[in-house]
T-cell receptor, first 114, second 114 residues
């Protein structure tokens, strides 16, 4: 079974530029998550989708971050404009809905904002 | 305010000995706890979980203990192997991983020396 796919793996941009990350979850997984992991910290949830609907985006900085999952499968996370403090690893995870507790993580996208 | 705390940033043990990783939490609403393992440049992978209705869960060399009164859980690895060297994250949720946010600790880096 293929795992969660993410691209790109690494990205370097200058502050105020825009960047987008892509995630393809495990086939059949209805729930998709985006996490931000700053160096030395644990992952922090940014947004949770159930199929193509948003379940929780309470910790998403909506003035600069946006995410979509239009067809209920793959998802994109965008930052516009980026700030220095956005430098982090962005992790995508997925899980099968209904009593499935385990979230399966992708390898992450490492973003460096200069 | 950190709801999940891993107070030891690192731990070093000898191969074959027991590794004990600790985690404390503050939110009494948490009812599901998980341990994830992370290798460099990879996403976290699920290791073991425990529901708040239990006080122990075992899977091979890995055992998680939960002390609800102390709001404390620990992960025991016996015997430790060099391949166990990784960062271990404790996570907690209300209502299970798919229905609730996972709140992660900062992680503990385990080094198992041959």
């Amino acid at each position: 079974e293929a795992g969660v796919a993410q691209s790109p793996r690494y990205k370097i941009i200058e502050k105020r530029q825009s960047v987008a990350f892509w995630c393809n979850p495990i086939s059949g997984h209805a729930t998709l998550y985006w996490y931000q992991q700053i160096l030395g910290q644990g992952p922090k949830l940014l947004i949770q989708f159930q199929n193509n609907g948003v379940v929780d985006d309470s910790q998403l900085p909506k003035d600069r971050f946006s995410a979509e999952r239009l067809k209920g499968v793959d998802s994109t996370l965008k930052i516009q404009p980026a700030k220095l403090e956005d430098s982090a690893v962005y992790l995508c995870a997925s899980s099968f809905y209904a009593l499935e507790e385990t979230q399966y993580f992708g390898p992450g996208t490492r973003l460096l904002v200069l | 305010d950190q709801q999940v705390k891993q107070n030891s940033p690192s731990l070093s043990v000898q191969e074959g000995r027991i590794s004990i990783l600790n985690c404390d939490y503050t939110n009494s609403m948490f009812d599901y706890f998980l341990w994830y393992k992370k290798y460099p440049a990879e996403g976290p992978t699920f290791l073991i979980s425990i529901s708040s209705i239990k006080d122990k869960n075992e899977d091979g060399r890995f055992t998680v203990f939960l002390n609800k009164s102390a709001k404390h859980l620990s992960l025991h690895i016996v015997p430790s192997q060099p391949g166990d060297s990784a960062v271990y994250f404790c996570a907690a949720s209300v209502g299970g991983g798919s229905q609730g946010n996972l709140i992660f600790g900062k992680g503990t880096k385990l080094s198992v020396k041959p």
